[in-house]
């Protein structure tokens, strides 16, 4: 047999033996799985459904109720009064009496200080003796009108005489007016920074006055919370000085933008001061309630994390459901979401690493941890702001581990 041929043979033989490995490889019969216990654990968020005649998986269940997303924020803040100003001088000159006390209430129109008025009082008293000059000037023109005895320019020139002389009356005056301070409204009184005989000129401050009748509070509001703040609402403020005592006022004006280097809202509240306790320029802490919606509210071992996100296992009918929820804020031992939950229906507690879609449970227990009474009747979540204006909401809920429980 030709060498060539035997080649030949040889390489068909080959060809057979591969194609027959391939088929073999293909058509084999696939491994037998290891059978699974039930007691593995399931991650929390399979979405398989359980087989009917599995037993039922005990379980420990919380109940669902209604709690209100009410932020409660602790602001710095500063006191003003409602009206304050440093009072200077209209002129300058000698301190002749100074007519106040530091500390005393006085009316608008109050005297608080004079200064020597004798050269001012000269002028008004020459101001007035020039005027009586020219009316009478004008009064001799005007009977001799009609005669031609005095020229109709003359007369005129005597009724401008007299219109300038009672223009100079008047200067004279406000001059001599102004040698006196007076109180522009109704307050209380500081410091007296002069003294009888000092000078003093117009930029020298005499004292301040200030009606504290209300003390108006500034504060900042963080960004998060800008559109919850509204003119109105009701704040009450804590000063050091008076420890365990705090004034209530409201919100009485909002700044037009937020500051874009602290993002913040700056506020301002008044608060009645009827017993004259506080004092503009006090450091308050501003308790500030923001109202918010209802949620559902479901113990913290409740919240379950899932491959596509938070969620918790509802009791329905004798079966586990899933149901996916937006976790808001945690409320005194339970978590606010936002989900397919009604307030009284239960939610897994305890158990629930065997659950699945379908699967039939056995509740064992009612877990009454957390503050159930209080959220139902309308616990609020509570956010506390530092000395810096930023807010570090307590109730925030964060993000856990994808089958553990909230953190």
Known sequence: MPRSRVVLLLLALAALIALAAVLTWTFRAPPRPY????????PAGDARSAPADQPPVPVVVGEVVSAVDEARLALPGSGRAARSV????AAAGEVAQVDFRPGQRVEAGHVLLRLDDRTQRLALDTATARLEQARKLLARYEATRGTGAVPGSLI?????????ARIEQQQAREALADRVLRAPFSGVVGLAQVEP???IALDTAITTLDDRRSI?????VPEAYAARVQAGQTIAVSNPAFSGRSFEGRISALDSRVDARTRTLRARANVPNTEDLLRPGMSFQVQLALPGQPFPAVPELALQ???EGALVWAVRAGRAEQVPVRSVRRVEGRVLVEGALEPGEQVVVEGVQRLRPGRR???EGDARGGSADAAAAGASGRAEAGTNGASSAQGAVGSGGRNGTAP
């Open 35 to 42: 059978p699974v216990s039930d007691a593995v654990a399931q």
């Open 86 to 89: 440093t009072l200077y001088p």
């Open 156 to 164: 005129d020139e005597a009724a401008s005489t007299v219109q300038l």
């Open 197 to 199: 005989g000092d000078r």
């Open 216 to 220: 108006e509070v500034d504060f900042d």
């Open 305 to 307: 994390w899932g491959r």
């Open 361 to 363: 449970v056995s509740v």
